[in-house]
């Protein structure tokens, strides 16, 4: 029988539950790749995600071909394009890692329907996540919606099958991948309609491991280092987790390890936990897909977000880093010009747009879709709705985060600010967080005048976390 393994986010050779089925169930494995035309419709020409997937597609296809095999490219539409695929290939099945995206399980239940008009068949394989959706349970035998708890019986769940992170190897099975019919001919970005460049971060298999390597070497001191947006604390595996460049059992299967041995300090498994928020967020996505658009608990979605010319205003200071708040606006430059935020940015800038400037957080939550390199369905929606407490989240609604004295905190000496506002490089630690606080002469003396060269502030906090009070204590009454 031969096979057909259709990649999506899943972009790499190794450990890949569905490559692994179609080889030790196959005489022959072919590999595609679809472009999607209408995803690809909506992006800007100089998209850096799609400069990623395609560095992160030749890499896939060299590595294919080392083991014998190689990598079709198709652009279209799934629908069309798989199925025809498969019958010209004269597969059997189409083997592929399992995304638990809403538009992805339609986008699947449709070509599965199609398959099976053939006698073909889809099938469906977890890789993307340790637990999914019905794995790890309450005692009841119901769904979390606290992180914490989750966290415990997913550790429990895991401790009662350490099967769970076994690798799905691929290279001993490598003689069932059929020959490339030629050299590699992969379609360049102009051809796609793309504008060539450099992928925002090393691409690939090897991109992934480079990065997985430097940070190992770091791991120990994550817990205090990660919260400084300013260092290098973190991991910046996101976009190589988001298109499956390296493998999420193997990521855990390291930290497990470093945990164990003590040779990750607390570092380890503090990022053991940051790893299984992500399997909470895609549970979480996976049970309740109208999370999409629908606050996680429904009564939020009652709550009188600002709208009209000035709300308009204020979002697109936001979008722009023009608030005038300068952590917040250099978050939002960092996003802009790289497409990635660290964590405590998104923290910051997210609860900024919900709870300062009153803006629904959909809004906020397609901004960061349309720029983040690792955007995430599951994780974008998770942390917005966590930001604007209308989210699975432990902490009251009236946790509102002060921007000046998480600037204090987390950027103290105003690092971060000066490397992405320039206006305020001038600036010392105890002036750059809050500039409107500071004599104006003296912040002349030092290049800066407020309304010229760098705004004043957009609202006044103190004010905006009244009026986000007002604005949830009037939902409660309405309950
Ligand atoms: P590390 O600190 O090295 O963490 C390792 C990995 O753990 C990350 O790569 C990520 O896969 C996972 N992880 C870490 N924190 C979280 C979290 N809070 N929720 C889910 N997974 C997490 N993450 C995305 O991958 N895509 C998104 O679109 C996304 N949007 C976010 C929006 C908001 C408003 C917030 C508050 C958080 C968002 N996150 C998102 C989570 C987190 O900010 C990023 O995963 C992290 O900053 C990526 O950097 P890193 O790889 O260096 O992280």
């Given amino acids: 029988s031969n096979s057909l393994v259709w990649f999506r986010r899943d972009l790499r050779a190794f450990d890949h539950a569905a490559l692994h089925q179609a080889l030790t169930s196959s005489n022959r494995v072919y590999c595609v790749f679809v472009y999607d035309c209408d995803i690809l419709a909506a992006l800007p020409r100089d998209d ?67 398959l099976e008009a053939d006698g073909r068949k889809l099938l469906s394989l977890k890789d993307h996540v340790v637990f999914e959706q019905d794995e790890v349970l309450t005692l009841a035998g119901g769904p979390f919606s606290v992180f914490t708890p989750y966290k415990n019986a997913w550790l429990k769940r895991l401790a ?70 300013s260092g290098d604390g973190t991991s910046r595996l996101s976009v190589h987790l988001r298109f499956g460049t390296t493998s999420i059992r193997h990521l855990v299967r390291t930290a497990q390890q470093m945990a164990l041995s003590g040779a990750g300090g607390s570092g380890a498994s503090v990022w053991l936990s940051e790893l299984i928020w992500r ?56 996003l802009n010009r790289t497409g990635f935020m660290h964590n405590r940015l998104r923290m910051i800038t997210a609860s900024f747009l919900t709870k300062d400037l009153g803006i629904d957080w959909r809004r906020g939550e397609r901004y960061f879709a349309l720029k983040l390199n690792d955007y995430d369905l599951a994780s974008n929606n998770g942390g917005w709705q966590w930001a604007a407490s209308t989210g699975c989240d432990a902490q009251p609604w009236f946790r509102i985060f002060n921007p000046v004295s998480q600037s204090q905190r987390f950027d103290a000496q105003g690092q971060f600010i000066r490397a992405w506002v320039p206006a305020l490089a001038g600036l010392g630690a105890k002036e750059i967080h809050a500039p409107w606080l500071v004599p104006r002469d003296e912040l002349a003396r030092k290049g800066v005048v407020l309304g010229r060269d760098y705004p004043l502030p957009v609202v006044d906090h103190d004010e905006a976390r009244k009026r986000t009070l007002e604005r949830f204590a009037a939902l409660k009454k309405g309950d």
């Avoid at 997937?53 to 296809?61: E, G, K, V």
């Avoid at 909470?280 to 009209?308: C, H």
């Fill in 48 to 114: 850096r995600r799609v400069r990623f997937i395609h560095a992160s597609l030749a890499s896939l296809d060299a590595e294919l071909r080392r083991l014998g095999g190689y990598l079709i490219v198709r652009q279209g539409r799934p629908l069309e394009v798989i199925p025809a695929l498969a019958a010209e290939l004269g597969v059997d099945a189409v083997c592929v890692c399992a995304d638990y995206e809403p538009d992805a399980v339609k986008r699947d239940a449709r070509v599965n329907e199609r």
């Fill in 279 to 334: 399997d909470f967020y895609s549970m979480i996505l996976a049970r309740n897909p109208q999370v999409t658009t629908q606050s996680f608990k429904p009564a939020f979605d009652a709550l009188a977000w600002d709208s009209g010319a000035q709300a308009e205003e204020r979002f697109a200071a936001w979008c722009a880093g023009r608030t005038g708040y300068p952590l917040v606006d250099a978050a939002m430059a960092q």
């Fill in 160 to 229: 009662a099958k350490p099967e769970t992170l076994a690798t799905w190897p691929v290279d001993q099975y490598a003689q069932a991948f059929a020959p490339p019919p030629g050299p590699p001919a992969l379609p360049p970005l102009d051809e796609l309609g793309f504008e060539p460049g450099e992928p925002p971060l090393p691409a690939g298999m090897e991109g992934a491991e480079a990065l997985f390597e430097r940070f190992v070497a770091r791991v120990a001191d994550y817990g205090r280092a990660r919260d400084f947006p």
